[in-house]
């Protein structure tokens, strides 16, 4: 009796442990196969774009007067800069547009004669953008007025207010990706989850044209461009 008492004992925990091991491969087995899904994912990047128009232009203007007289040199160099002001009244910018910003005089001796050289250096700043190319494009009218403006004197154009499309422009560029993600899961048969993980690049501001910005040739129309590289979870 004490025999057949111990033999159904050892067969139900036989039943319990086999019910066990069952259950623990069932779980690990659930477990492992929600791992491998957690882990499918695809990476995509996303563009935004936007064309912009400067909202600030500066003008660095550098000119000289060459003789061998200083106070001759400085009277004509004194003559350009007022010519400077008056060419910049004619088209309206206010006089506190133009400011100086530095000065040089450079004195040697050739042959015995003292030669003499003074720079002047001012800088136009504005936000009137239509006002500032038009100083650009009118600018042979400083040559008739005897200022002839050094090489790298050119306007530069800014766009200022990139903060204010950043949110925008990130929420466009992670939409872009999103698309970009579903038709890759599309193609493989599966759908797109939650972002895994995101990775949002660097701002840029080109011309938007293409033209050069070496300041001769810069121009106010910007284009405005970020890409994001997003990690999708694979459904």
Known sequence: MALELRDKVLLGSAALLA???MSGGYLLGDGLKRARAADRSVTVRGLAEKDVTADLATWSISYSATGFDLPTVRAEIDNNTRELKAYFAS?????????????GVNQYLNNGVNNITITQRMLLRTTDIARAQRAVAQ????VRRGVTLQEGSGMRYSFTKLNDLKPPMVAAATKDARN???????????????????????????ARDGEGGDGS??????KVRVVTTVDFYLK
């Open 139 to 142: 600018q042979f009218d400083l």
């Open 91 to 103: 088209l309206g910018f206010k006089p506190d547009a133009l400011t100086p910003v530095g000065a």
């Open 180 to 206: 970009a993600a579903e038709q890759f899961a599309k193609d493989s048969g599966t759908s797109v989850g939650g972002i895994k993980s995101a990775t949002q690049g660097y701002f840029s501001i080109d």
């Open 19 to 21: 019910l066990g091991v």
């Open 217 to 222: 040739s810069d121009t106010p129309y910007k």
